[in-house]
């Protein structure tokens, strides 16, 4: 069973620019996440989605949006890119939204700005 | 509101125990830990959810004090492949959106 896929595993950007990263999450998943992660801040909640629809938004500016299609697979772009955002951007995927669901996580996009 | 975990990081030998702490100023529905090894994912460890039932690792333990709103995972007899760093999520109430504590360094030495 293929795991979660996250493309392009490093991203080189400058400083106002945007970009768009992908999750393809496992088969059969409707739930995915998305985190930030930086050192000394852990994993920062941005969004999740389930079935196309966002449920859930993280403390993260509009810059930070996202979106699921029908295949479940789910795009988040950032705008107006700052340094600050340097970071790794994972995604996890679960099969529902229920609290007794493991997430499975993406190796993850590292993104750097310039 | 992050959960915190403490300490925020330590150092054994190979078969010591370890416990690490996570507590959260708000009511949990349920607490997920994970371990990251460098350069990796996340791997699901173990889910607690109120009212005691646990799904996870056979070789790793946890508890989940629902009343002080705080959860241990416990790491008895540690091998060098426990080294990593581990993230309590939680889930409070009527939001079912898991946010990650900051995370405890763990390092096994031979």
């Known amino acids: 069973k293929a795991g979660v896929t996250q493309t392009p595993r490093y991203l080189i950007k400058t400083r106002g620019q945007q970009v768009t990263l992908s999750c393809s999450p496992i088969s059969g998943h409707r739930s995915v996440s998305w985190y930030q992660q930086t050192p000394g801040q852990g994993l920062q909640f941005l969004f999740e989605y389930f079935s196309e629809t966002q449920r859930n938004k993280g403390n993260f500016p509009g810059r930070f949006s996202g979106r699921q299609f029908s295949n479940s697979r789910s795009e988040m772009n950032v705008s107006t890119l700052e340094l600050g955002d340097s970071a790794l951007y994972l995604c996890?995927?679960?099969?529902?939204?229920?609290?007794?669901?493991?997430?499975?996580f993406g190796q993850g996009t590292r993104l750097t700005v310039v | 509101q992050q959960p915190v975990q403490s300490p925020q990081a330590v150092i054994l030998r190979e078969g010591e125990d370890a416990v690490i702490n996570c507590s959260s100023s708000k009511a949990l529905y349920s607490v997920h830990w994970y371990r990251q090894k460098h350069g990796e994912a996340p791997v699901f460890l173990m889910i607690?959810?109120?009212?005691?039932e646990q799904k996870g690792h056979e070789k790793i333990s946890a508890s989940f004090n629902e009343k002080k709103q705080q959860s241990s995972l416990y790491l008895t007899a540690s091998q060098l492949s426990y080294s990593g760093t581990y993230f309590c999520g939680t889930a409070t109430s009527g939001t079912y959106k898991y946010i990650f504590g900051t995370g405890t360094r763990l390092k096994v030495l031979a």
């Open positions: 607690l959810l109120k009212g005691g």
């Open positions: 996890a995927s679960r099969t529902g939204t229920g609290t007794n669901t493991e997430a499975f």
